[in-house]
T-cell receptor, first 112, second 111 residues
Framework: EAGVTQFPSHSVIEKGQTVTLRCDPISGHDNLYWYRRVMGKEIKFLLHFVKESKQDESGMPNNRFLAERTGGTYSTLKVQPAELEDSGVYFC??????????FGPGTRLTVL | LAKTTQPISMDSYEGQEVNITCSHNNIATNDYITWYQQFPSQGPRFIIQGYKTKVTNEVASLFIPADRKSSTLSLPRVSLSDTAVYYCLVGNSGGYQKVTFGTGTKLQVIP
């Protein structure tokens, strides 16, 4: 069974540009989460989807971040415009209602 | 979500048993204790979860005392490939609850 996949694995952009990260959860997993780790800090929760609906977006840092999950399948996280402090590793995880979360390998974002 | 405290780092020789203890004084009645492992350049990976007493799987054992204010992850006979960061998390069981990561314990296995 394929795990959680994320694309791209690395992204380097300039301040002010837009970047879109993609996450493909494990097939059949209704729950999808986004997390991120900025340099030297702990992994922090960003938001949680149940199917296509946002269940909890309390961790989204500001309105430059937009997450979507079209049709309850894959999800995208767009940062527009990107700032230097957005640099870090963005993780996606998915789960079934009563199982642990399965994490993807992460996308390393560098904003110059 | 209950805050957790665990050692920043630990060293162990190959073949030894490693015990990593996590404190979670404010654990709630319906909270479970979950441990994740993370290798460099990878996402965290679930190791084990428990509520009380002892849980064992093919990878590790988890010991939880009666007051549940702490827990100990036990890795038997570690190898170099067990070098990783280990996170202790406390929260509702299942995948519907966001997880909160602390600093984790960086385990270095020495040949």
């Amino acid at each position: 069974e394929a795990g959680v996949t994320q694309f791209p694995s690395h992204s380097v952009i300039e301040k002010g540009q837009t970047v879109t990260l993609r996450c493909d959860p494990i097939s059949g997993h209704d729950n999808l989460y986004w997390y991120r780790r900025v340099m030297g800090k702990e992994i922090k929760f960003l938001l949680h989807f149940v199917k296509e609906s946002k269940q909890d977006e309390s961790g989204m840092p500001n309105n430059r971040f937009l997450a979507e999950r079209t049709g309850g399948t894959y999800s995208t996280l767009k940062v527009q415009p990107a700032e230097l402090e957005d640099s870090g590793v963005y993780f996606c995880a998915s789960s079934q209602p009563t199982t642990e979360q399965f994490f993807g390998p992460g996308t390393r974002l560098t904003v110059l | 979500l209950a805050k957790t405290t665990q050692p920043i780092s630990m060293d162990s020789y190959e073949g030894q048993e490693v015990n990593i203890t996590c404190s979670h004084n404010n654990i709630a009645t319906n909270d479970y204790i979950t441990w994740y492992q993370q290798f460099p350049s990878q996402g965290p990976r679930f190791i084990i979860q428990g509520y009380k007493t002892k849980v064992t799987n093919e990878v590790a054992s988890l010991f939880i005392p009666a007051d549940r204010k702490s827990s100990t992850l036990s890795l038997p006979r570690v190898s170099l490939s067990d070098t990783a960061v280990y996170y202790c998390l406390v929260g509702n069981s299942g995948g519907y609850q966001k997880v909160t990561f602390g600093t984790g314990t960086k385990l270095q296995v020495i040949p």
